[in-house]
């Protein structure tokens, strides 16, 4: 688990302060880093051109130059010409070099952006447009520098935006390369330190990044057991029954003991596997309850209600988000949210705290999950996306694992399943939600398939690996 930031600039102050580390220091650590990254990768027989902007970010790039200079064949192109007091002193020393410096985009091997860093907003000139478009379809192998230049501090990208194979980051995570909209912009990402450890530059924040070693699978150490020592999942069967069924055999392969699914048809018309229970009402050891997944109208809000009397926990999806039982469910402890943006946006309005488009939601992500978790701090709310967000209270977690190999119907259910598995067996709502949508990304990387062949099915078989 790593440690996301809104800002670094504070950070960088207290290396100021505190360390008696000047500016100079850390931006020839910032070029340092880079510099390391292209000799452990790159063949010095492969030519490197670094664009550069006006600023720090542009000045960052340029001390990259000078340190390349002489090793490798590489060459500068200032998209803007130096004015900030760093760009325009690297760009001093760089001259005091000879390094050298083109006028027009070239082909190269290895291509650094520095155009611009997390400071941009807006949108770039004609010529700066232009030349983002020639470095995009350049053969190289595309480097950003802290950010792709056209992303902005929220997150947002510019209509012209560079699109990097690796994006290195100075210093610390920032949130902006999470925002699901910056996904395809990035390539992998890597930090490099400015002269102190991780540890040291960065403080207290209450975002945080998951790494998959973060997961942890459910563990049955107990000896003598027997399958209620695992938990009873119940699933609510509606009129799309394929999607309680997905997340029960989901939810049964990842550990529950039990798996229920209730409804009032008849099983035999349904074909409900074998392993799965079926039942007109909910078990009286039920542990915890799964609601929502292809409910639609097949049960009455009062039987609905039936079911919240019991002080089980529960996941919530898919149709709830558009009900008014979602304000008496809201209520409850022991709950996760799992909506899609849509439903998300469905889910605010309910509720009254914002009446937004999806649009609006998915350029400010961060913020609707922040006020939504300020108005509920008792609830854990996982926001689907290409990044999934998880909150409670005010402690937020991305998972930055998703691939457009989950982008199938039925892949949600699955989901479902698996996080509802957890909660029946014990781990709390948030734990649930964390580990249920890591083990979800994984079954996902795990998949030697064509990306867009993924099934629901084959998310399920392979939990068995995981």
């Known amino acids: 688990m790593q440690k996301l930031f809104e800002e670094v600039g504070s950070l960088d102050t ?23 990254y292209i000799r452990a990768n790159f063949s010095n027989k492969q ?24 090793e490798y064949d590489v060459s500068l192109l200032y998209a803007k010409v130096p004015k900030s007091q760093m760009a325009l002193l690297q760009e001093k020393r760089a001259k005091a070099l000879h390094v050298k410096q083109i006028k027009e985009f070239q082909e190269c091997d290895i291509l650094v952006d520095a155009i611009v860093g997390t400071g941009f907003s807006g949108e ?10 020639a470095m995009n379809t350049s053969r190289a192998f595309k480097i950003a520098c802290d950010v792709p230049s056209g992303l902005t501090k929220s997150g947002t990208c510019a209509k012209a935006t560079f699109c990097a194979d690796v994006t290195l980051t100075m210093g610390a995570l920032k949130k902006a390369l999470f ?10 990402t890597e930090v490099l330190d400015l002269g102190v450890s991780r540890k040291l530059y960065e403080s207290q924040t209450n975002w945080y990044l998951l790494d998959m070693q973060d997961l ?25 029954p394929g999607a309680s069924v997905m997340s029960g055999l989901a939810g049964l392969k990842f550990g529950a ?6 409804g009032y048809e008849n099983q035999q018309l349904l074909h409900i596997p074998h392993s799965l229970m079926y039942a007109h ?8 309850l799964a609601l929502g997944m292809g409910l639609g109208a097949e049960f009455s809000d009062e039987e609905l209600q039936d079911f919240l009397k019991n002080d089980i926990a529960m996941i919530i999806d898919a149709d709830v988000f558009s009900m008014k039982l979602i ?6 402890k022991n709950i996760i949210l799992t909506p899609h943006p849509k439903e998300f946006v469905s889910l605010l309005k309910i509720t009254e705290l914002a009446n937004i488009s999806v649009e609006e939601l998915q350029q400010k992500r961060f913020k609707y999950v922040e006020l939504f978790c300020k108005a509920y701090p008792h609830i854990t709310l996982l926001l689907k996306g290409a990044n999934v967000i998880i909150g409670l209270n005010n402690n937020f977690f991305i998972n930055p694992h998703g691939s457009a190999k989950l982008a199938k119907a039925g892949s949600g259910d699955v989901l479902s399943g698996l996080i509802g598995s957890l909660l029946a067996q014990g781990y709390t709502p948030l734990d649930a939600a964390i580990h249920g949508s890591l083990a979800h990304t994984k079954l996902a990387h795990n998949y030697n398939g064509s990306d867009f062949s993924l099934t629901p099915e084959d998310l399920i078989q392979g939990i068995g690996n995981l």
Not at 14 to 36: P, Q, R, T, V, W
Not at 281 to 288: F, R, V
Request: hydrophobic content about 40%.
């Open 14 to 36: 207290k290396c100021y302060e505190e360390f008696f580390l000047s500016e100079d220091i850390l931006m020839e650590h910032a070029a340092n880093g880079m510099a390391s």
């Open 179 to 188: 925002l699901d909209e910056a996904k395809d912009f990035l390539g992998k």
């Open 124 to 133: 770039f000139s004609a010529e700066i447009t232009n030349l983002l478009h």
């Open 281 to 288: 009402a909910l078990p009286d050891n039920t542990t915890a």
């Open 47 to 70: 030519t490197t051109l670094i664009v550069t902007g006006s600023g720090n970010n542009g000045a960052d790039g340029i001390a990259l130059a000078r340190l390349l200079h002489g």
């Open 216 to 240: 942890k699978l459910p563990a049955r150490e107990r000896k003598n057991a027997h399958k209620g020592n695992f938990g009873h999942l119940s699933l609510l069967c509606g009129e799309k």
């Open 327 to 332: 304000l008496k469910i809201l209520s409850r």
């Open 257 to 262: 003991g039990l798996v229920t699914l209730v």
